[in-house]
């Protein structure tokens, strides 16, 4: 559907005289992960038939650049989403590869934004047919007390009435890993969320450890996860990531630099199973729940 | 340096590589061994903190005594461990459990405990990990490895075994292999040797293989070369010797007929003053005593007849013919036997017609050959005068008989008579005429027999060799 929208709006391009700006692409950090992402974003879009050179940049050689006033700013991570909104808050900008908790706190007029997370409704969603084969039907979650993005999708979660989400919230100060035992006791998943107090470094390790003590499947949110310890990742992948990025942008350039009425963009994702912890967990994967990307 | 003899050299040069390879071979494998045995402690020692480190993390991360307390059992029950301790990231000591029952030395190990926290997200793991392992505490364990101990044990005899063996088994190779090899130069020094004493006919036994056997066929070419060099080099030598002989011979011979041709010169000379000397003294006695006697005797004959003047006319026709006989002695030159014996005969035979006495003469054809010097005929015509004035003088015969003939190498003359002679053993030595002939029979280096015949009369045998008148 993207694919054949993409080529209408190029026929349109080609027959309409009038050109949107330029697209400059300002990576958060000269990393090896900000460039890969560019370039893959150049090459989806190169693939998609846009053949004008967009402009690649770090934040440090993109600041107080002065730019037209129908240029694109594509902002990749959150350093460059939140610092160049403050500086062209009248430009157009799309951010990508950033989570939703990332988001500038003031953002400009026109922007969109491509997110790296994934909506928490999937996970539960995917998280519902591994409940079906546990004899517990209580999902757990656990987030930072101060995550109140997080805390406000979790609200937003529709979820069957025989199942019972059970949501831990953790102080700053606390170890999660600590206090999850009780909750893991009787749990029949764990859903993994991007919050960085709970799922990051150390406390991450011994999150899963519980959860494997405990034997309770955990729903990831990466690729990584799977790698892990974590049973199935509902994740979109980066090229995925940089497609959508690349859509957005080919959008824009279509509309003549119009809004496309919705700001946040989800990238096509996959559903993959780790079998190893699958066999251990005596758990069977359901039928279709390998990977493949859907929409 | 060590050993002269070549096989022990051949054996050192073979064995010493051979002991220097094994040497270091089973150095070198038992420091592997010993390596191995030590890496197995440690990955044994790995191992176990593997283990502790998995199951303690969590109790290590959150400070759960107890749980600590049920690994380290678990460990020391399970890997036989000495003593276990937890130590926490601050260095204080959580749990600290001892096995009595293990006794011995102790490996001992410690291990820190890290936390790796996974990196969950995709986009950062691009980039480069930098997330740093946080240390949870540390492990200290110890346990006594008495199988290491019996394989690093182990380890030392089979090394030792098989460097035994193989040493062995080297020098045996190196013996068999280097038997043909010292045996054939061993030939070949023996047989230098022998060359070396002038054997010529030794030769080495070509037992060698290859090179070495060419070698050696070469040498006994070079032997036989040398023996065909001395063999005609002896020849040449016997050659010059034998040669050099003949001209010492012949300058020995040249030497004596020299000294013979000097001596015979000296005698010539000798013989030609002799000669001169006798002819002088005859002449003398010619001419002085002859001509006294010849002018006396014809003085004598102008007078008177008379017994005084017969008996003085007879002494001195005696002593004329004694002197013709000494004169006639005296100048026979280069004269035989035969001649003076016929002039003996042709002086005796008027005085034995005068005394009517028949004489018998024979003489040998052979007497004309022998030559007779001039002092040996005097000695023959004195014996033959004395032995014929004694016939007439003492035995009445009448008939005499003379034979001389050469029997075996001497000559011998016989003269016999018919008269009658009865002789005394005691007169015959004492008789002086007798004891001259036989002085005179002595010098002419022959001997005088006198004997009765059968008729009475007298037989004399006078025997002379043939030599004895060169």
């Given amino acids: ?295 | 340096m060590f050993a002269t003899k070549l096989k022990t050299q051949l054996l050192l040069i073979t064995i010493l590589p051979l002991l220097f390879t094994i040497t270091v071979v089973s150095i070198f494998i038992l420091f592997d061994v010993l390596d191995g045995i030590e890496s197995e402690v440690v990955k044994r020692g790995e191992s176990i903190a593997g283990q502790a480190s998995v199951m303690s993390e969590f109790p290590l991360y959150t400070g759960d005594v107890d749980a600590l307390q049920d690994i380290a059992d678990l460990m020391i029950r399970t890997h036989d461990l000495s003593y276990i301790r937890f130590i926490d990231n601050t260095g204080q000591l959580m749990l600290h459990e001892h096995n009595a029952d293990v006794t011995g030395t102790l490996r001992e190990f410690s291990f820190p405990v890290y936390l790796q926290a996974p990196n969950l997200e995709d986009f950062t793991n691009l980039g480069s990990d930098n997330t740093q392992p946080a240390a949870l505490g540390t492990i200290d364990f110890g346990f006594v490895n008495n199988s290491a101990e019996a394989q690093r044990f182990e380890a030392y005899t089979k090394v030792l075994s098989i460097s035994m063996v193989a040493l062995a088994l080297g020098v045996i190779m190196v013996y068999l292999f280097s038997r043909r090899i010292s045996n054939a130069i061993g030939n070949l020094v023996n047989t230098a040797e022998k060359l070396e004493n002038k054997d010529f006919a030794a030769r080495a036994k070509e037992n060698g293989a290859g090179e070495l056997l060419s070698f050696q066929r070469s040498f006994n070419a070079m032997i036989s070369s040398l023996e065909q060099n001395d063999a005609e080099l002896q020849e040449k030598i016997s050659a010059a010797t034998a040669s050099l002989n003949y001209t010492v011979n012949q300058l020995s011979e040249k030497n004596v007929a020299l000294a013979q041709q000097r001596q015979e010169t000296i005698d010539l000379e000798r013989s030609k003053a002799i000669l001169e000397e006798r002819e002088r003294i005859m002449r003398d006695m010619h001419d002085g005593i002859g001509g006294q006697l010849v002018a006396s005797l014809a003085m004598l004959e102008r007078e008177q007849d008379s017994e005084m003047k017969q008996n003085i006319h007879t002494v001195l026709t005696e002593c004329l013919n004694d002197l013709r006989l000494i004169i006639h002695s005296l100048s026979m030159q280069n004269s035989v036997l035969g001649s003076l014996l016929a002039d003996f005969k042709y002086r005796t035979s008027r005085k034995l017609e005068q005394l009517d006495i028949e004489l018998e003469w024979h003489v040998d054809m052979d007497a004309d050959h022998l030559a007779i010097k001039p002092q040996t005929g005097l000695h023959l015509l004195r014996i033959l005068q004395e032995a014929f004035t004694n016939i007439l003088k003492h035995s009445g015969a009448d008939k005499i008989r003379l034979s001389a003939e050469p029997v075996d190498d001497n000559f011998r003359i016989v003269i016999e008579d018919n008269g009658q002679f009865e002789p005394k053993p005691e007169t015959l030595n004492a008789c002086h005429g007798i004891r001259n002939m036989r002085s005179r029979a002595a010098k002419l280096g022959g001997s005088l027999d006198i004997e009765t015949i059968g008729s009475g009369g007298c037989r004399l045998i006078l025997s002379f060799p043939c030599t004895a008148s060169p």
């Fill in chain 1, 1 to 295: 559907m993207t694919r054949l929208l993409a080529v209408f709006s190029l026929l349109f391009c080609v027959l309409n005289p009038v050109q949107a700006g330029s697209v400059h692409i300002v990576l958060s950090e000269q990393n090896q992960a900000y460039q890969q992402a560019a370039r893959n974003i150049q090459a989806a879009l190169k693939q998609q038939g846009f053949d004008d050179a967009s402009q690649i940049s770090n934040l440090a050689e993109f600041s107080n650049q002065s730019l037209n006033a129908d240029d694109l700013i594509v902002s990749l991570g959150a350093s460059a989403s939140q610092k160049l909104s403050n500086t062209y808050p009248e430009h157009r900008h799309l951010f990508s590869y950033i989570d939703k908790s990332a988001l500038p706190a003031t953002p400009p007029k026109n922007w969109e934004a491509v997110l790296l997370d994934q909506p928490l409704q999937r996970l539960v969603d995917t998280s519902l047919d591994i409940l079906k084969q546990g004899p517990s039907n209580t999902l757990v979650i656990a987030v930072s007390a101060g995550n109140i993005t997080l805390r406000e999708d979790i609200t937003q979660v529709k979820l069957p009435e025989h199942i019972k989400l059970e949501v831990l919230v953790v102080d700053e100060d606390t170890e999660p890993a600590k206090i999850i035992d009780k909750a893991l006791f009787n749990a029949g998943a764990l859903i993994a969320v991007r919050d960085k107090h709970i799922w990051s470094g150390e406390n991450a390790k011994w999150m899963l450890y519980q959860s494997y003590k405990y034997s309770v499947p955990v729903i990831g949110y990466s690729k990584s996860f799977l790698k892990a310890g974590a049973l199935v990742s509902v994740y979109a992948s980066l090229a995925e990531t940089a497609n959508a990025t690349a859509a957005r942008i080919l959008d824009w350039h279509t509309q003549q630099g119009k809004p496309s009425g919705e700001r946040i963009h989800y990238p096509r994702y996959a559903i993959e199973y780790n079998k190893n912890i699958a066999r251990a967990l005596k758990i069977t994967i359901p039928e279709g729940g390998q990977a493949n990307v859907r929409d």
